[in-house]
């Protein structure tokens, strides 16, 4: 079993809709988290992260963290194609050699169609 | 305002021929990384570094090596090159304010035959 769990989809969803994007773990010492999109044949780009457990809200997107479930999700309201894209969870524990060492998960590939 | 950007773009190479990535970052960061991103593998960690002339393994460092000479640049080198490691590399970077956001390149796509 892999320490990150993510569907690969391809999810597919009308433009407009709620969109939930999710990520299980198996490691208690994650605190961060953290969710990336990454567009085709392009790096990936970090959208949010967040300490611990709650949620964290950035214009359309809402990250959420249940750390007694090992639960991890993005929320895009309003979803629009331009959404379209692949989107990486990647968790990290506390510094290991003065950095973080994010695992990253295999990525959720969403499709907003119009 | 280039961010992270990696040289080359693309590459094919013979088994056993060596050749070196390059990344290059313009924000004084003083992390950088190199992944490796293979279908159904998501990204995993090759070697990083802390600050210029440190480095360090991550998960996957076999058939790697790495220098980071200048704080700006961090150099993947493969020395007898496998089919293998044909898949896309990334670099990336980040500063000591915010370690956790890293800034990625737009990848090397890199075959070997």
Known sequence: QK?????????SVPEGAIVSLNCTYSNSAFQYFMWYRQYSRKGPELLMYTYSSGNKEDGRFTAQVDKSSKYISLF???SQPSDSATYLCAMSGEPSGGSYIPTFGRGTSLIVHP | NAG????????VLKTGQSMTLLCAQD???EYMYWYRQDPGMGLR?????VGEGTTAKGEVPDGYNVSRLKKQNFLLGLESAAPSQTSVYFCASSSSRDRMAQH??????????
Request: net charge negative; hydrophobic share 30%; glycine share 8%.
């Open chain 2, 45 to 49: 960690l090759i070697h990083y570094s």
């Open chain 2, 4 to 11: 992270v950007t990696q040289t080359p773009k693309f590459r």
């Open chain 2, 104 to 113: 990625f390149g737009d990848g090397t796509r890199l075959s070997i035959l």
């Open chain 2, 27 to 29: 924000m004084n960061h």
């Open chain 1, 3 to 11: 320490e990150v769990e993510q569907d690969p989809g391809p999810l």
């Open chain 1, 76 to 78: 895009i309201r309003d």
